[in-house]
């Protein structure tokens, strides 16, 4: 981001200038380029807040501090993909498996030693996987993983990246490319479901409430059937962490065509409001309770000063989401 300059406003927002050389592609007013890979995180950025979906995903503002809820949902996630891939994959030893899955965990957490009392700390993390398969035994469990049209690949941690058709970047003219990443393609009562965990420090109604018409799962389920899997619905379990238990609540939420129908011509519609907002050069605050989601947004430091540009360091740095380049690198474990 060196070579794009940033100002403050009387009213708080961000201008960013560059110099536009001739021979360089059409740029916006904010001379920033436009995305060409949209995931379910960017659109439920934009979709909360314009100014939001700006800050982290078009200027790749991230807050130096890491978040333990992030960290220990990839290492979870981490954890339930390697056991799965050892148990279904390899050979059905829980043993085996759970020696697998703490292996990766532990690699993947790092050197982070800042959370060691934390609930989510990395001992928990590991128990709560141990947890998670002692409620749902591989062995009996009645939701297992699709095991490919070969039979013997158990389709674990399930990348897609299709054009999303009616689209056109402003820029190359290509159509915009829709990403996703999910748990597992789950085989139940012989149909094909998204399956997704989920980490929560609490579970009851409200959690359970949540996922009605979620985005995320509508748009996966687009996405699987664009590779000619016809997905039925979504599951998704959640495994609590609390001081002395882990807890568990299941969810199977079933999507319908007409739903994807209009999943997909709602996101046409976000994705064209996305496109006039980097036309102008202006993109909008919420200033609702968007502000104090789960406890605060990530940027209301800096949408609480008039003056935004001289309060990003030292508490935040740039670190652009690339969902292609996410799924490579998963890929590649």
Avoid at 95 to 109: F, P, Q
Avoid at 139 to 145: F, G, Q, T, W
Avoid at 238 to 264: M, N, P, Y
Avoid at 303 to 309: G, I, L, R, S, V
Wanted: include cysteine.
């Amino acid at each position: 981001m060196t070579d794009i300059n940033l100002t403050g406003t009387e009213t708080g927002r961000f201008i960013c200038t560059k110099e536009n050389k001739s021979n360089e592609p059409k740029l916006s007013p904010t001379n920033l380029p436009f995305p060409e890979v949209i995931d379910a995180t960017m659109m439920r950025d934009f979709r909360s807040c314009e100014h939001k979906f700006f800050l982290g995903r078009m200027l790749g503002l991230q807050p130096v501090a890491p978040s333990i809820h992030l960290h220990a949902g990839k290492v979870f996630a981490r954890g339930m993909e390697v056991f799965r891939l050892a148990f279904y994959g390899e050979k059905p030893d829980f043993n085996y498996a759970m020696g697998r899955s703490l292996v990766a965990m532990i690699r993947e957490w790092g050197d982070m030693d800042i959370w060691e009392d934390h609930n989510k700390s990395l001992w928990n993390i590991i128990l709560g996987v141990r947890a998670s398969f002692l409620e749902y035994p591989p062995a009996m469990d009645y939701i297992k993983p699709w095991m490919g049209k070969d039979g013997k690949t158990p389709a674990v941690e399930f990348n897609f990246v299709v054009p999303i058709p009616g689209t056109r970047h402003p820029v190359t003219g290509n159509p915009l490319l829709y990403t996703g990443r999910f748990d597992m393609l789950a085989d139940y009562q012989k149909l094909l479901y998204i399956e997704d965990d989920k980490t929560a420090s609490a579970l009851g109604a409200s959690w359970t409430r949540q996922w009605l018409l979620r985005s995320q799962f509508i748009g996966y389920a687009w996405g699987a059937k664009e590779y000619g899997l016809p997905v039925a619905g979504a599951i998704i379990r959640g495994t609590a962490f609390l001081k002395t238990k882990f807890t568990f609540l299941q969810v199977i939420q079933q999507i319908s065509q007409w739903e994807i129908d209009r999943w997909l011509e709602q996101t046409r519609q976000d994705l064209l409001r996305m496109e006039r907002c980097w036309e102008s050069g202006v993109f909008g605050f919420n200033l609702d309770e968007s502000c104090a989601h789960y406890g605060g947004c990530t940027y209301l430091n800096l949408c609480t000063k008039p003056n935004p540009e001289n309060w990003i360091e030292p508490d935040y740095k740039v670190d652009f989401w690339k969902p292609l380049e996410q799924t490579k690198a998963e890929l590649k474990k």
